[in-house]
């Protein structure tokens, strides 16, 4: 085939907006329409949930969008493939099969199974999880698609295999194809997060009217036989797709420029973006290297019990009212808990005009494998205080018992340790091989970095006049990409913004890991922040757990910037 497939999205997150199924199979035409459902965290929700109730551990709003749009996706010959399978996708297409039945519409599911390696964890070295489960790539949806399935449930694959699968099955793609397979994953990348990629979460979103942000359009890419692609949305929908859009969702939650997955590890280096019209991203020269040997696996356990009082400090001597609270709350507890965390956010101003603006934020997070430990009688500790603290003493909730908290851990094994099956619509059972050609992950060789500007006049300015930037979570890690819009800004961005700079700036990270990959052909640089999240979401106290605000903070840093640059302003 040589026309291009078109691939739309409709969901990013376990969450996301129910009406977008229906919206993308009305909007315009599609030959496949993909949802990503799962997230690190989400698997922990989906794994107490089938503690509870062992028939479930799947997306169940994934059920109610097909209940709507189940028929208008047969009657267009669209077909579906989704992650909602979650910890159990058999489950969910034995539920959509019946769902399928009840509605009187013809319809064949598929499922793709093996990710859960729950029962083997000890055996792989994995320890006793709640969770475990590897991350598989698309073979197992071509298989399934090759039989005819007009519906594909998968567990936990990568997010962009939801989309790779049905381009290699279009195509026909070869398992070695490798610069192909590497530009499927790119425009899976940049459509897996919904409209992320057409100007959601935007760090220039003052550019956009505000009435097109009302109501984004989720993306599709129309993917090419040749593994290139052009990102676009259904004409008519809100939000934007631009060069910068893309290359914001391209820096979202990658590391190097070998972005790995199990059926390829695409080179981000290679990759090449221009406009091809109105809300039209061109994706060309992406190439690919075989997959690493080691497959991931996504593993969750339960950490303990965390519970958590903010106490609001207000006027004057903040840190010595601070100071008082601390030394009181943690001579009255009786038992000290295992973990006891402190953090002051200074948001008071000096000589404010209301209130809350006069007022900084004290927050105390316990953590304890003993429930009793950080319930009642730590909540009752702090409020035990209220007469005989610091002027002003005010929390913001009332005492709570302490919740469970989750611990999400990476781990790896061989590829070929963990089984892959596609389940065909009959029950026919296809097993899919690892691949046989692999290739250890190494970091990149370090790019060559152009000249940097000559000196000149600077201006004391918020870096984000001039650069964009999207951060989020990986595990305790955090990513955090910027990127510019010119080559100048580029020649002096590269050679300004280093590791040093950024702890710098972002003094939360002075003291952890952090490591700087640089991307010239998107004129960007991704650092990795190591341990900022400790043992990652369900765990955090953080008050931006996920990350997501950190490129922002950045961005809101003053630094030295030429002049020049910010007489070119914002293209």
């Excluded at 969750?300 to 030394?327: D, P, Q």
């Excluded at 943690?330 to 008071?348: K, M, S």
């Excluded at 009959?426 to 091989?433: F, Q, S």
């Amino acid at each position: 085939m040589t026309a291009a497939v078109r691939i739309g999205n409709c969901s990013g997150f376990y969450g996301d907006r129910h009406a977008a199924m229906q919206e993308m199979l009305t909007g315009g035409d599609l030959d496949y329409l993909t949802g990503d459902y799962l997230a690190e965290l989400t698997m922990l929700i989906l794994g107490r949930d089938r503690m509870k109730h062992p028939e479930r551990g799947y997306a169940k709003t994934f059920l109610t969008q097909l209940e709507q749009c189940l028929g208008l996706a047969r009657d267009k010959g669209v077909r579906i493939v989704a992650n909602a399978g979650g910890l159990n996708p058999a489950g969910l297409a034995a539920a959509v099969r019946e769902l399928a039945d009840r509605l009187g519409i013809p319809a064949k599911v598929a499922h793709v199974e093996g990710d859960d390696l729950l029962p083997r964890a000890a055996e792989l070295g994995l320890g006793t999880p709640l969770t475990a489960n590897a991350y598989l790539g698309g073979w197992g949806i071509v298989e399934c698609l090759a039989g005819g399935a007009d519906v594909v449930i998968t567990g936990r694959v990568t997010d962009a295999s939801v989309i790779v699968g049905p381009a290699a099955a279009h195509f026909g793609w070869e398992r070695t194809d490798y610069d192909r397979l590497a530009g499927a994953v790119v425009a899976g990348h940049v459509i897996e997060c919904g409209v992320q990629a057409s100007g959601g979460n935007y760090a220039f979103f003052t550019e956009i009217p505000t009435e097109q942000l009302l109501h984004p359009g989720f993306p599709l890419a129309e993917i090419h036989a040749d593994g290139s692609s052009v990102i676009t949305k259904h004409p008519g929908t809100g939000g934007l797709v631009s060069v910068d859009t893309v290359s914001a969702q391209l820096l979202y939650e990658v590391t190097g420029a070998r972005y790995a997955n199990p059926d390829v590890t695409a080179r981000m280096d290679s990759i090449e973006l221009s406009s091809d019209g109105p809300d039209r991203v061109r994706i060309s020269g992406v190439t690919g290297e075989p997959p690493p040997p080691d497959c991931k696996v996504s593993l969750n356990s339960i950490g303990g019990f965390r519970n958590s009082t903010t106490f609001v400090l207000t006027g004057l001597n903040i840190e010595e009212k601070a100071e008082l609270l601390r030394t009181q709350l943690e001579a009255a507890l009786t038992i000290r808990p295992a973990e006891l965390q402190w953090t002051l956010a200074r948001t008071d101003h000096p000589d404010a005009d209301t209130e809350e603006t006069a007022s900084a934020l004290l927050h105390c997070v316990v953590r304890d494998p003993d429930p009793a430990n950080v319930g009642r009688k730590f909540s009752a500790a702090g409020i035990e205080l209220a007469l005989a603290s610091y002027p002003g003493f005010c929390v913001t909730a009332p005492p709570s018992e302490g919740q469970v908290y989750g611990v999400f851990t990476p781990g790896y094994v061989d590829a070929a340790a963990v089984p892959h099956v596609a389940v065909h619509a009959d029950g026919t059972r296809v097993d899919i091989p690892a691949a046989t050609e692999t290739r250890t992950l190494e970091p990149a060789e370090d790019p060559a970095l152009p000249e940097p500007l000559p000196a000149g006049p600077t201006r004391r300015a918020p870096l984000g006049l001039i650069a964009g930037a999207r951060s989020g979570d990986k595990g305790g890690s955090a990513n955090v990409g910027v990127w510019v819009r010119t080559d100048d800004q580029w020649r002096w961005l590269v050679h300004t913004l280093t590791v040093q700079k950024l702890r710098e700036l972002l003094p939360e990270t002075a003291e952890l890991p952090v490591t700087r990959h640089v991307l010239p052909k998107l004129r960007a640089v991704n650092f990795v922040v190591e341990d900022i999240l400790g043992q990652g979401v369900a765990y955090q106290a953080r008050f931006d757990p996920q990350a997501k605000g950190l490129g922002e903070w950045l961005r809101s840093r003053h630094v030295d910037i030429p002049e020049p640059l910010l007489s070119e302003g914002t293209l």
